[in-house]
């Protein structure tokens, strides 16, 4: 399946239906008066966040979604039938953007989060509504309300509690598919990722979510390789481990270039705790491993991690270090949590 993380689609609420001008006729019975019913109310349009989904593809040969009309009033005071409303699913971490694509409209991050997006139009009243002491054989009826519509862009950034950064071929891919049952793309060229993974990581009897980016190379944020867009997956996560390749030419420079993209993107990613590891350690020699150590050293201002996916050493210090920023942050969200009064 294709990954599509966003996608921009009309849609439109269903319009009320019409009353009716109707007038009771019965054998025998005079002066019958007016039974014009009302009409239908339209349907609305409704954005559901359900399980098993975790693309856009379904908006990508699809654009329009129109609820149903309400039904019209009909004569002996029958009311029409309320317009078939349409539902949207999403998958979890799906943002509602205006056209603009920058004002969130709708944020839904839980699965079986539902919420009404666009309301449908109210159907006509019938003669009958009006009828009154003075006025006994109404002869008019209301139109339906029209539905709301608008143009809105869904866009979905993945839900993880860690996320991977680097250079490409920095190691992020390897790492992912040591650590999960993953099996992302591994190959010895740049951008072997293209479109975002997750996998989830268990170490010492805890799980938690890991998200691999395709790597930052520099102007990414100018649209130079495959730009910085794909950096909206990772807004959501506590903690970044960022992956910096022991076997390239200077660790330090490729920490500040990919450190220079994540500040030029924002969006909170300069400020999120940071992680970082030296790879393939695996294929450095010792002085070459300290002159890489102390390079990154540097350029971080903190003391990084030696690991190589490869052979596994480093990869299970690296988690538990991931681990614990994750679980301090989710101690942090828990004392933010107000718990409701108590009702007897």
Known sequence: MKFLDQAKIYVRAGDGGAGCLSFRREKFIEFGGPDGGDGGRGGDVWIE???????????????????KKGGYGMGKN???????????????????????????????????????????GNGGFGNAHFQTSTNQAPRRANPGQEGEERWIILRLKLIADAGLVGLPNAGKSTFLAATTAAKPKVADYPFTTLHPGLGVVKVDGREFVLADIPGLIEGAHE??????????????????????????????????????????????????PEIVALTKIDSLDAETLKAQMDRLKRAAKKKPLALSAATG???????????????EGRAEEADKVVPEPWRP
Not at 231 to 255: F, M, N, P, Q, W
């Open 49 to 67: 966040c359900v399980d098993g989904l975790n693309t856009l593809i379904d908006y990508r040969y699809q654009q329009h979604f129109k609820a």
């Open 313 to 327: 050493d480093g990869v299970r210090e690296a988690l538990r270090a991931l681990l614990g920023i994750i679980d």
């Open 223 to 272: 649209g130079v390789g495959l730009g910085d867009r794909f950096l909206a997956h990772i807004e959501r996560c506590r903690v970044l481990l960022h992956l910096v390749d022991g076997t390239s030419e200077h660790a330090g420079k490729a920490y500040k270039t990919v450190r220079a993209e994540l500040d030029a993107y924002g969006a909170g990613l300069e400020d999120k």
């Open 78 to 120: 029958r009311a029409g039938a309320k317009g078939d409303d349409v539902v949207l699913k999403v998958p979890a971490g799906t943002e509602v953007l205006e056209e603009d694509g920058e004002t969130v409209l709708a944020d839904l991050t839980e699965v079986g989060q539902r919420i009404r997006f666009l309301k449908g």
